[in-house]
């Protein structure tokens, strides 16, 4: 049966979409901070026009098989996904998965 939100990965993203927005600023603000020039396009984030980022919320799934949900992105356009843990109150992990080489 298919799911009004289209998939685990959808769902989680909408669920916090409010803390997908922060999570973004904050790593953008980040990486700014270094010195290197961030501008955000679509869903990404793209840095010195070099190479692009995803900031992807992972959640916790205990049912069962205890494990982090985390998807990398898989459009070409896409270099790494980042991914932020949202689950914990008060914590947060970082993943980092390269989406293509």
């Known amino acids: ?11 989680i993203q909408m669920l916090y979409a409010d803390t997908h927005s ?14 290197v020039h961030v501008l955000t396009h679509d869903d990404f984030l793209v840095v010195n026009e ?3 980022i995803l900031v992807h919320l992972c959640a ?6 205890q494990y982090w949900f985390f998807q990398p992105d898989q459009r070409p356009v896409v270099d790494m996904t980042l991914g932020v843990a949202v ?5 947060r992990s970082w993943a980092i998965s390269f989406s293509r080489a």
């Open 60 to 65: 916790y799934c205990a049912r069962n098989l």
């Open 22 to 35: 922060a999570v973004r600023q904050q790593v953008q603000q980040q990486i700014e901070r270094v010195g």
């Open 87 to 91: 689950s914990l109150p008060g914590t």
């Open 1 to 11: 049966m298919p799911s009004a939100f289209g998939s685990l990965n959808a769902a």
């Open 50 to 52: 070099k190479f692009t």
